[in-house]
């Protein structure tokens, strides 16, 4: 069942397009991440949907009724705040009920929620405190719990764990995740963290610009971008990519790079012409290193040690250095010589718009002859 339909959605602010053509459904039950840069009109969405701001263009609908002009009491829709926006001077109890008697709501009913609401929350205990004498990770669950009291079809969540330390938003994100199990309810959730936003969506919705740029569940997103984009903005540290250009164009296409040399890979170019310019993109754990003979291979140029692994920056002649994955006891130092083995079912390319260009499983992965190949399947420099 859809829940939350967007249909070609646009905002504008004075001569500048915030969003541009949005389109959306989100199921009911979903927990839906918004991702992407500053800028890129997340938390804008975020406040069309909760009736902040207005819609410029196109139809936001929640159980297949029109609400662009329903005020945001209207929409059964609550939400969550980046800062908590507390009352200092009420208790908790008041705070997660302030809502409930803005509606007139029965004294009783009332009393029901807020203590289904707390316990939920496991802020049963702290009903009587003032939020000064609350931790930030109890402060944010009583944000959450003044949205939730009103039990509303959709919890909107406006980066709301930004204000937290990293353990605490580590904390806090598994109690989201619990929350959203326990209840069931439809999440929408914005942050630029894409830890949490990995961590916490059924389906992920990636923005660029005021456009969605794709949308799907992490690990489709992790493992098959659309774009370099996206390639590039989900994954710690970033997918490496290299310069490239189209030799052959086809089904499978002939392709020479800095690390591979002369190699067919099975990506369609059918569209593009011979010598278009390509990125070649591979994610740090699918690099790994040998030593190299001489003077042959590339040169590492910094090693990051993280306790439960290791980053070793490597001197490709790129602009910028390629990273790859490695076990804490690899041993490689700056200055040292290596051989790259990338794994060729793991490499992405994409055209000069960023585009992905599409993979042919059972491609055939041999050249015409009297040209040189180097190994695709364990690419090596």
Known sequence: MIKLKLDNVNKQLGGARILRDVSLQIAAGEF?????????????????????DSICGGDLLIDGRRVNDLEPRERGVGMVFQSYALYPHMSVYDNISFGLKLAKTEKSSLRERVLKTAQILQLDKLLQ??????SGGQRQR??????MAREPDILLFDEPLSNLDASLRVQMRNEIARLHDRLGSTMIYVTHDQVEAMTLADKIVVLNGGRVEQVGSPRELYERPASRFVAG???????NFLAARLHAPGETSLVDTPVLGMTSLPFDSSNLAADAPLSLGIRPEHVSLKAAQGTAGVVVTGVEYLGSETYVHLDTGQDE???CRCEVNAGWQAGDRVELQLEFDNLHLFDADGTALSRHPQANETLPDGVPLRSARAGAL
Do not use: N, Q
């Not at 009109?41 to 949907?49: D, F, Y």
């Open 32 to 52: 839906v991440v918004f991702v992407g840069p500053s800028g890129c009109g997340k938390s804008t969405l975020l406040r069309l949907i909760a009736g902040l």
């Open 321 to 323: 250095p390629l990273i």
């Open 233 to 239: 903005f989900l994954g710690s540290p970033r997918m």
């Open 129 to 134: 405190r003032k939020p000064k004498e609350l």
């Open 142 to 147: 009583v944000a959450m719990g003044r949205a």
